[in-house]
């Protein structure tokens, strides 16, 4: 376990890719047309 910890000290950043991972990636329309997620 302490070396697991050991590595996980030196991680700087996480990126993750939230198009749909996050989220269930609906995309939603307005009355006026517009797109949002």
């Known amino acids: ?13 996480f ?4 198009d749909g991972v996050m989220t269930d990636g609906q995309v939603h329309v ?3 047309g517009e797109h949002y997620r």
């Open 30 to 32: 307005l009355e006026t």
């Open 15 to 18: 990126v993750f890719d939230v």
């Open 1 to 13: 376990m302490n070396n697991v910890l050991s590595l996980f000290s030196s991680i700087k950043a």
